[in-house]
């Protein structure tokens, strides 16, 4: 909880011996490869801070891959979780239904762009999340066709790692996959797919990809096209400008479900409450989980009442989706996120990581890219001197540096070398402050 100290404080070398203990059995109990961003095991964590078995306190740049938006163990959510926990923790909402699940549709059919009729079901993850919006989008078309985009990234079970775009680690070997998913450029302004410049990379990755989906598939054919309105684990792409409006005028002049996973973008990350907004487009259905419940396993799709009511009983559900406990922590987190300023501060937030990165990036050409939105940043890493080949192995170097000297930071990217900022939005000042003083030094020491 928040009596947490906020400090970046190491008292052992990293990982200390409970740490190296832990992960001795750790390798002896799980899957050799399923390593972890992190050399230590986490102790506690809340505010902006993580601290390990050994008593080592990190300053937070990853908020549990942009879960933790309100904090981890923040105060309202653990008051709500220990209540619900005493009153029942489980009856299957398809078998007796209860308030709080109804009270988190509500909530997302209220905060979720577009004020037309809406209706939502709650699932256990982002990926099952997804697994049920391109079920509804195909039901509800009676097409086939699914259109997915470069350097997307939707999840791990069959369907969603098929609409995932990269091979290693997440399908490699893992075939074969689901079928009818197609995949179109993205509009990736610092690698424009089109060979456009930084401003015309969104109208024109729009075009190559609309006269694909007309040439090659057939917009009748076509029952959703699902993208992230700025892409996460593909590195923080915020897509050119024009490009999502663009497409999705095209899927509703076509009758095409447009699906925005908005998984890891959502719930006051980007700086306001869903990343469609920055454009002001208005998804059909709209897939959330990760910050939807400060922690706890929660996902929705949320859609257009037409499209979600034309499903048959017993169509859509599952034995644990919308988890009271889970209902209850995002009624907590969603009420933080909407009265306790947080979208002002994610929007803050960005804006020092950005100043403070343009300028590193002065100083260090081997900065190809500063990008992001909100509390969502991100540095793109290549060899320097106007090459712009990735440079994965300095990312990884850098990362290493960083966790060593006190910081949780995360690496994403098609080409692994982006380093991506994503700290709680209740980080204060003085530690997003020092964790950038932490980037900085490591970047001087390489
Ligand atoms: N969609 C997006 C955009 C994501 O970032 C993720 C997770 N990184 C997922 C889907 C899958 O979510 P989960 O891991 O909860 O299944």
């Given at each position: 909880?928040?009596?947490?100290?906020?400090?970046?404080?190491?008292?052992?070398?990293?990982?200390?011996?409970?740490?190296?203990?832990?992960?001795?059995?750790?390798?002896?109990?799980?899957?050799?490869?399923?390593?972890?961003?992190?050399?230590?095991?986490?102790?506690?964590?809340?505010?902006?801070?993580?601290?390990?078995?050994?008593?080592?306190?990190?300053?937070?740049?990853?908020?549990?891959?942009?879960?933790?938006?309100?904090?981890?163990?923040?105060?309202?959510?653990?008051?709500?979780?220990?209540?619900?926990?005493?009153?029942?923790?489980?009856?299957?909402?398809?078998?007796?239904?209860?308030?709080?699940?109804?009270?988190?549709?509500?909530?997302?059919?209220?905060?979720?762009?577009?004020?037309?009729?809406?209706?939502?079901?709650?699932?256990?993850?982002?990926?099952?999340?997804?697994?049920?919006?391109?079920?509804?989008?195909?039901?509800?078309?009676?097409?086939?066709?699914?259109?997915?985009?470069?350097?997307?990234?939707?999840?791990?079970?069959?369907?969603?790692?098929?609409?995932?775009?990269?091979?290693?680690?997440?399908?490699?070997?893992?075939?074969?996959?689901?079928?009818?998913?197609?995949?179109?450029?993205?509009?990736?302004?610092y690698?424009?797919?089109?060979?456009?410049?930084?401003?015309?990379?969104?109208?024109?990755?729009?075009?190559?990809?609309?006269?694909?989906?007309?040439?090659?598939?057939?917009?009748?054919?076509?029952?959703?096209?699902?993208?992230?309105?700025?892409?996460?684990?593909?590195?923080?792409?915020?897509?050119?400008?024009?490009?999502?409006?663009?497409?999705?005028?095209?899927?509703?002049?076509?009758?095409?479900?447009?699906?925005?996973?908005?998984?890891?973008?959502?719930?006051?990350?980007?700086?306001?409450?869903?990343?469609?907004?920055?454009?002001?487009?208005?998804?059909?259905?709209?897939?959330?989980?990760?910050?939807?419940?400060?922690?706890?396993?929660?996902?929705?799709?949320?859609?257009?009442?037409?499209?979600?009511?034309?499903?048959?009983?017993?169509?859509?559900?599952?034995?644990?989706?919308?988890?009271?406990?889970?209902?209850?922590?995002?009624?907590?987190?969603?009420?933080?996120?909407?009265?306790?300023?947080?979208?002002?501060?994610?929007?803050?937030?960005?804006?020092t990581l950005m100043s403070r990165l343009r300028e590193l990036a002065q100083h260090h050409d081997v900065i190809g890219d500063v990008r992001?939105?909100?509390?969502?940043v991100a540095i793109e890493l290549v060899r320097g001197g106007g090459d712009k080949?990735?440079a994965?192995?300095l990312a990884?170097k850098l990362l290493?540096a960083c966790?060593?000297d006190?910081l949780?930071l995360?690496?994403?990217?098609?080409?692994?070398n982006v380093i991506?900022i994503?700290?709680?939005?209740?980080?204060?000042?003085?530690?997003?402050d020092e964790g950038l003083s932490v980037i900085e030094k490591a970047f001087a020491s390489l």
């Amino acid at each position: 909880m928040t009596d947490l100290e906020q400090v970046r404080r190491l008292v052992t070398e990293i990982p200390g011996p409970r740490s190296r203990e832990l992960a001795a059995r750790r390798s002896a109990a799980m899957p050799a490869k399923m390593g972890s961003t992190m050399p230590v095991f986490a102790a506690r964590a809340g505010g902006g801070v993580m601290v390990d078995v050994d008593g080592n306190s990190f300053i937070d740049f990853g908020a549990g891959i942009a879960v933790v938006n309100v904090g981890s163990s923040a105060p309202g959510v653990v008051e709500a979780i220990q209540r619900q926990v005493e009153d029942f923790t489980h009856t299957c909402a398809m078998v007796t239904p209860y308030e709080s699940y109804v009270a988190v549709c509500e909530a997302l059919n209220r905060l979720t762009p577009g004020d037309h009729e809406k209706r939502s079901m709650l699932v256990n993850s982002g990926a099952e999340a997804v697994e049920n919006a391109v079920k509804i989008a195909r039901h509800y078309t009676g097409r086939d066709a699914v259109v997915t985009f470069e350097h997307g990234f939707h999840g791990r079970t069959l369907l969603t790692m098929t609409l995932t775009a990269k091979s290693m680690p997440y399908k490699h070997g893992f075939g074969p996959f689901a079928p009818e998913v197609y995949r179109m450029p993205f509009a990736y302004p610092y690698r424009c797919p089109t060979g456009a410049s930084y401003d015309e990379c969104g109208p024109s990755c729009a075009e190559a990809a609309i006269s694909a989906m007309t040439r090659e598939l057939g917009p009748d054919q076509i029952a959703a096209v699902i993208v992230e309105p700025v892409q996460g684990e593909g590195g923080v792409i915020v897509p050119g400008a024009g490009f999502l409006p663009a497409i999705v005028e095209f899927c509703n002049a076509n009758g095409i479900v447009f699906i925005a996973d908005e998984v890891q973008s959502g719930f006051g990350r980007t700086g306001t409450m869903f990343a469609c907004e920055a454009e002001s487009i208005v998804p059909d259905l709209i897939t959330t989980a990760k910050g939807i419940a400060g922690g706890l396993p929660l996902g929705g799709v949320t859609g257009r009442a037409e499209i979600m009511d034309s499903i048959h009983g017993g169509g859509l559900g599952g034995t644990f989706g919308g988890n009271p406990i889970a209902c209850v922590a995002a009624l907590a987190a969603i009420d933080q996120l909407e009265n306790g300023g947080l979208l002002e501060r994610s929007q803050a937030i960005g804006a020092t990581l950005m100043s403070r990165l343009r300028e590193l990036a002065q100083h260090h050409d081997v900065i190809g890219d500063v990008r992001g939105r909100g509390a969502m940043v991100a540095i793109e890493l290549v060899r320097g001197g106007g090459d712009k080949t990735p440079a994965p192995e300095l990312a990884g170097k850098l990362l290493a540096a960083c966790h060593q000297d006190g910081l949780v930071l995360l690496k994403a990217g098609t080409y692994d070398n982006v380093i991506r900022i994503m700290p709680p939005l209740v980080i204060n000042d003085a530690l997003l402050d020092e964790g950038l003083s932490v980037i900085e030094k490591a970047f001087a020491s390489l």
